[in-house]
């Protein structure tokens, strides 16, 4: 997800669009809230939006890792991250193992979900302001190739640093989402979009001789 949701109060067809393809009523579904330092506020919006939607709800306690990790995980149809500090999100789940537990549940079928900073860890990088030296390239998971942009409508130095970034080669192709758009992803790339507002999109950016081209996603027929 590029930006939005119930930590906003806005878009509710985002977490929809998420349940359809988990479990749905019947999904149990988890939040880590690493890039918000455990924020409380966030952790009860996220049970206040998906209980009345959802078999089973749970948030992951700070400093969960090794084998208490791998079962709660393993009790779970899907996980969503929310957002904030990429930077503190990736350098918590690498020293607790986090990203490789990550990693092997989503091969193992869990569906992997997140917004802003909880959606650009998936990939292999993207454009963070963590660094605090303005934004700048950060390495994410790699699960998915190449980069991803959250907030590309509402962030215009974010959209002009990205483009920048690509044509550059700083920065791979990659995928860029306004606020209110969500896609689902697996191997073979963009299986399906939601656009919950009038004017939100996905865009994919690649740089030829040395420009940032953008061209807007739809959905797979």
Do not use: K
């Not at 109060?9 to 690493?34: C, K, N, Q």
């Not at 455990?38 to 206040?48: C, S």
């Not at 660094?131 to 390495?139: D, R």
């Amino acid at each position: 997800m590029g930006g939005g949701g119930f930590a906003q109060g806005t878009d509710p067809a985002l977490e929809e669009f998420v349940l359809r393809h988990a479990a749905g009523a019947a999904t149990r579904i988890g939040y880590i809230a690493s890039a918000s330092g455990f924020e409380p506020m966030g952790i009860a919006r996220f049970h206040q939006r998906f209980n009345p939607h959802c078999a089973h709800t749970s948030a992951m306690p700070p400093g969960m890792q090794g084998a208490q990790a791998t079962q709660w995980l393993q009790s779970l149809d899907a996980v969503f991250v929310g957002g904030g500090n990429t930077l503190r999100l990736l350098t918590q789940w690498r020293e607790a193992g986090l990203d490789r537990l990550l990693l092997d549940a989503a091969s193992q079928g869990l569906l992997l979900a997140g917004v802003s900073a909880g959606a650009m860890v998936w990939f292999e990088a993207g454009l963070s302001d963590a660094l605090g030296t303005g934004l700048a390239p950060l390495h994410g998971l790699g699960l998915f190739r190449g980069s991803f942009c959250p907030h590309y409508d509402s962030e215009p130095q974010r959209q002009l640093a990205l483009q920048t970034a690509i044509a550059s080669g700083q920065l791979p192709s990659g995928l860029a989402l306004d606020d209110g758009t969500a896609v689902l992803l697996d191997a073979s790339g963009v299986r399906a979009l939601c656009l919950t507002r009038p004017h939100s999109a996905a865009y994919y950016l690649h740089a030829r001789q040395g420009r940032c081209l953008t061209r807007h996603l739809s959905a797979p027929a």
